[in-house]
Structure formats: structure tokens, C-alpha cells
């Protein structure tokens, strides 16, 4: 705590309900990081650069509610990202992944990566209260025989019934869909997708784009907010950072074709599906 009469530049003072001091530390204290000095305002500028505005008021000026009932993906611009249809060309590397549910929609979308690493998210499926089966046949019917050069899925779908050891990833793959866990870190995919979403400045294009025709994603990624904070939620040990867990099912299905770092290869074997044990990833249902 700061006990002399001289105000701190960038230093704040708080006393907390519980009686504690809390003092915070903005980037102004430090000289070079100062926007009002000449070496400060080039770090400045070249730190925000890139930078969604919510993200920024958080990590650099300590504001709590910062993302709080926010856009996650507010970089997302319709006029930026979305494209009309056209034919993807055959040897264009394809993704496809798959988010599953039971009452809730089972979601499913595609996506062809260019030969300048350019992703193009190009068909979805989204499609509640059906069977495994009827999901099948509808990607199959879909893909119209098209090769996927990877599929990948929600890991939880490796989870295995105690009451039958099976499991969704091996009904799919029974049914000729054959696909991998899908990497499900939220926070690291998150910001890829938003690196994903940003202007490249060099080219003046994101990463990816979005077919018009696309409208349950273009409708979720529209939408997709962080959750509200509650008033006083500055001081509680764990802020929650998570996004509204609703209708965000394409967005997983984003996620998890860019955290697995698509790119174009001429030919791209897909494996072989392994089953897991008996025993990986049992659930008993509560």
C-alpha cells in the first residue's frame, strides 16, 4: 500500500470487503510502456494492433467486466467473412467435424483449406433429436462420396456407457464416419479462431471465411457471448471466462477444425480407426 502523499502513476489502491488491500499495476507505471512517452506510445500501438477491444480492456486495463455479456468473436464481420457459394476445387484439403447430441442438435460442419492455407467453411448439418444412423446417412448423403481428409469429433464422444461399454465415436465409426478426438482446450481455441477472424496485414484477408449459405454458424458466431459477471465478481477467487453454453454448437465444431491446424496437402492419409479399451473414458450416466 502506497503510505506516502505522492500519487504512483498507474498504481491503484483498494480496500477489499473482507478488510485487505488489493493494489493493481497498470502498464503506465512502467516508462517504456507509458503512451505519453515516445518509446511508450510505439509499445502501445503495436500491442493493440490486432487486439479485440474487449480483450484488450481486460488483460492490459485490468477492467474485470471487460468481456463480461460481450461478443467472443467480435472480430467476425459479415461484409469481411462471408462469401457467396462456389465450387470447391477437388484438390483443396477438406475438414469435416462433428459436435453430438440427443435432444440438443447434433452439428456437423465442413471445411476446405486452400492451397494458400486459407480456410473456407463451405457446408453444416444441425439436426436435433435423431439417431446416430440418420446423422450418418445425412453426412453421407451430404459429402456425396467427396474424400475428407480428416474428421474429427467431440473427445467426450469416446466416453463409454457403463451400461453397454459403448460409446458415439464407435457407433459413428461403425456407420462409415470414421473420425479422431478433437482437440477441446476452449481457451487456446478461442483465440486461435480470432487469429483465424483477423485481417492479415500483408494479404488484407483473414484466415477464414464462411459460404452465405452457412446459417446456423453465421447465425451462432453472430451471437456467441461471454457470460455475465456478477456485480462484486472482481473479488472472487475464480471469475468465470466461459461463453454462454447455449446454441454454441457450431462453434465447437469450429474450434475443433482449427485447433487442429488445417492445411492443404495435395494427399492427406486418413488413419485407421482404433478402438479404445473397454474401460478409456467410462461413464456411468450421473
Known amino acids: 500500500m502506497n503510505t506516502d502523499n505522492q500519487p504512483v502513476k498507474g498504481l491503484a489502491e483498494r480496500r477489499c470487503r473482507n478488510g485487505f488491500y488489493v493494489a493493481q499495476l497498470h502498464y503506465t507505471a512502467e516508462p517504456g510502456r507509458d503512451p505519453s512517452t515516445p518509446q511508450g506510445l510505439v509499445w502501445y500501438e503495436n500491442a493493440r494492433r490486432g487486439m479485440p477491444e474487449a480483450s484488450w480492456r481486460k488483460e492490459y486495463e485490468i477492467d474485470w467486466f471487460a468481456r463480461s455479456g460481450q461478443l467472443v468473436y467480435p472480430l467476425f464481420r459479415r461484409d469481411v467473412h462471408v462469401v457467396e457459394p462456389f465450387a470447391i476445387p477437388s484438390h483443396w484439403t477438406r475438414y469435416m467435424s462433428v459436435d453430438p447430441g440427443l435432444r440438443n442438435p447434433t452439428a456437423v460442419l465442413w471445411a476446405a483449406v486452400d492451397n494458400e492455407n ?18 450418418c446417412r445425412a ?35 461403425a456407420k462409415g464416419i470414421v473420425c479422431s478426438p478433437a482437440k477441446n482446450d476452449l481457451e487456446v481455441g478461442i483465440d486461435r479462431v480470432g487469429r483465424y477472424l483477423s485481417i492479415d496485414p500483408v494479404s488484407g484477408k ?43 454448437h457450431l462453434m465447437d465444431c469450429m ?13 492427406t492419409v486418413v488413419p485407421g480407426y482404433k478402438p479404445h479399451s473397454r474401460w478409456e473414458g467410462m461413464t456411468t450416466g450421473y
Not at 118 to 125: G, H, I, R, V
Not at 145 to 161: C, E, F, K, T, V
Open 206 to 248: 483473414p484466415g477464414a471465411f464462411f459460404f452465405s449459405c452457412l446459417v446456423n454458424t453465421i447465425n451462432e458466431i453472430s451471437n456467441y457471448r461471454w457470460e455475465e459477471l456478477e456485480p462484486g465478481g472482481e473479488e472472487k477467487r475464480d471469475l468465470p471466462e466461459k461463453p454462454v453454453k447455449r446454441q454454441d
Open 139 to 173: 453426412i453421407k448423403a451430404k459429402e456425396m462420396g467427396i474424400y475428407i481428409s480428416r474428421r474429427l469429433i467431440d473427445p467426450s464422444a469416446s466416453n463409454r456407457s457403463i451400461v453397454n461399454g459403448a460409446s458415439a465415436r464407435d457407433e459413428y465409426a
Open 255 to 267: 474450434r475443433y477444425i482449427i485447433m487442429d491446424e488445417p492445411r492443404y496437402s495435395a494427399k
Open 118 to 135: 486459407s480456410l473456407f467453411f463451405y457446408d453444416e448439418y444441425y439436426v436435433p433429436e435423431k439417431l446416430i444412423a440418420d446423422h
